[in-house]
């Protein structure tokens, strides 16, 4: 009874288990992961005609934003409850589009989607705590609208710094006045190097290293009073990250792991047990690496947008996270389309039908898992150029090593297409017979009439003059008598008596019967019989065969009573022409 219980308890677990799993999914992709700065297509566009407009434009956004955050920061704290009040929301909202506004000056083409929405918050708060400590040149030294009116100026670099600002030539931002990318990858070595300086814009606090300590977005909920309340060892920076950060961080991967062996756990029983089949265990095959990509992907979403990790180890966070979800989705795609595959059911599986069927099945998960590995490597970086190419140098390659192996599949296309055979017709090709017992993607196999098994390569099959002896629409009767009589008129006679014989059969077509003299010129000529057997059934065949062959001797032997032979042995028992087909092609029945 527990037994049971237990089975019905897993039935039921594998799909809540998978439907927790896409929920999960789900929320974190499109629910967990608002964008950092808000949707940038609303905001207005920053003033970025001139080096000098950029700079102003982006250090007054950045400055009144922080300004905003800090404000809202301690509102928030004062305030009871565990939310936050809708003045705190509002200034919050405020900032974020600030932000946006001042990130919208940064070159930011060779950062990877997966790093964007936090690269582009983290940059421009590490661009302002920069600028803030640096002596900038007074603004008429800057080149602004004027100096841009006499001609473009293809960049501007702050005097005694690495920090330039280039005049975009082609995209989106063409004609425009950006910090540059390469700017963009500097800032976090440059403001390891200038924290330490004082802040000569006047602000008192370094408002990175408060964004980089505390968690959540932008503003540290409510339950950051406890981290504030920890011995200042916790607050110690290891990487750039916080003590208590990298506590989370690996909290976060044990309590992902044992979910995930949790998960596995269930999934290995599932398909380990032979009472789940069909559906539940096509479902078990996919839930370790469903739940990894999934365990994966919260761990890159709550380690960027709860702990908050920051710079270089965020980035590896989330490639290594991303990286290692698109391939565990890959390895369910893959599994799903060979296991729905194997649980294809055909009226005859050998069929070259639920090949061809399978074949696409696995066909399409392939294509669905290249077209996820392309789109994972984009997202993450890597450069789809070199990728293609190497695709395409290395798809060519397994072309002309495959060659025989393509033939081969072409070659069972082409038998699906003109269908000169089927699973179970019998058939002759070149000198041998056989009946067919799989029509798969490589080869075809052909169970002979001797009952070993034929297997031709389909390239070969499908050139070869192939009968198909089960489409006749009669089946042939072929036989030889030796004939008692030696006089013509005898002769004459006894024929007429065979061919009246064979008629006498309900099943043999009239006008098909010929009985035709062989070896006259022996003493004792033979007689050839030839009919059509109205079937196309070979069981219906051989009994109908069987039938006649009986009248015939009996009849026969009749005569033989009447008019006996001085020499028994001039009787001929019934023998099968060589090419035809008798008790010789029974054995393929």
């Not at 069972?412 to 003109?418: S, T």
């Amino acid at each position: 009874m527990n037994i049971s219980r237990g089975r019905h308890g897993q039935e039921a677990a594998i799909p809540l288990v998978c439907a927790l799993l896409v929920i999960t999914f789900v929320a974190l992709q499109f629910l967990a992961t608002p964008a950092a700065l808000g949707s940038l297509s609303l905001l207005a566009p920053p003033e970025t005609s001139s080096p000098r407009d950029t700079l102003e434009d982006f250090r007054n956004n950045a400055r009144r934003a922080t300004s905003l955050l800090m404000d809202a920061y301690r509102e928030n704290a004062a305030e009871p409850g565990l939310f936050w009040s809708r003045s705190v929301k509002d200034k919050v909202k405020e900032a974020e589009a600030l932000l946006g506004r001042a990130s919208r000056a940064l070159d930011l083409r060779n950062v990877p989607p997966v790093e964007l929405d936090h690269r582009r918050l983290e940059a421009t708060l590490l661009l302002k705590e920069v600028l803030d400590r640096l002596p900038l040149p007074d603004t008429a030294a800057i080149p602004g609208s004027e100096a841009i009116a006499k001609g473009p100026i293809p960049s501007w670099r702050i005097p005694g710094t690495e920090i330039r600002i280039v005049r975009m030539t082609e995209g989106p931002h063409a004609g425009e006045y950006l910090f540059s990318s390469e700017t963009v990858d500097q800032l976090d070595d440059v403001y390891r190097v200038i924290r330490d300086q004082p802040d000569i814009s006047g602000a008192t606090s370094d408002f990175y290293d408060f964004f980089s300590q505390s968690p959540g977005q932008l503003l540290p909920p409510k339950w950051f009073t406890l981290i504030e309340k920890l011995p200042p060892t916790f607050r110690h920076e290891i990487a750039g990250q916080a003590i208590w950060q990298w506590i989370g961080l690996c909290l976060l991967i044990g309590l992902s792991a044992w979910a995930v062996l949790m998960v596995r756990r269930l999934a290995r029983r599932a398909t380990s047990s032979h009472d789940h089949a069909g559906f539940m265990s096509l479902l078990a095959t996919v839930l370790t690496p469903g739940a990894i990509a999934v365990a994966s992907i919260a761990i890159v979403t709550l380690a960027d947008y709860e702990i908050n990790l920051t710079g270089r180890v965020n980035d590896i966070v989330g490639q290594i996270g991303q990286g290692i979800a698109y391939a565990a989705v890959v390895v369910a795609v893959m599994k799903f389309s060979n296991g729905l595959a194997n649980h294809l059911t055909f009226s005859r599986s050998e069929s070259i039908d639920a090949h061809l069927a399978r074949a696409a099945v696995r066909i399409g998960g392939i294509v669905v898992s290249i077209v996820l590995l392309i789109y994972g490597a984009s997202y993450l970086g890597i450069p789809l150029a070199g990728l293609l190419a190497g695709l395409g140098v290395g798809g060519l390659a397994v072309a002309l090593a495959a060659k025989p192996t393509l033939e081969n599949f072409i070659g069972g296309l082409i038998l699906y297409a003109d269908r000169p055979v089927r699973v179970g017709d019998l058939c002759r090709f070149g000198s041998l017979e056989g009946r067919v017992q799989e029509i798969g993607i490589r080869s075809t196999r052909i169970r002979g009439l001797d009952r070993s098994l034929i297997t031709i390569p389909n390239a070969t099959f499908v050139n070869m003059n192939i009968i198909n002896l089960t489409n006749r629409d009669r089946m042939p009767y072929v036989r030889t008598v030796g004939l008692q009589a030696t006089g013509s008129a005898a002769i004459r006679q006894e024929v007429e008596v065979i061919a009246a014989t064979v008629a006498e059969h309900p099943r043999i077509e009239p006008t098909s019967i010929q009985v035709r003299l062989r070896e006259v010129h022996e003493e004792k000529p033979k007689a050839e019989i030839q009919a059509l057997i109205m079937t196309s059934r070979w069981d219906d065949f051989l009994k109908i065969q069987q039938d006649l062959d009986l009248m015939l001797r009996d009849r026969l032997m009749a005569m033989k009573e009447i008019e006996p032979a001085a020499d028994d042995s001039n009787v001929y028992p019934l023998k099968e022409l060589g090419e035809a087909e008798g008790p010789k092609a029974s054995t393929a029945s």
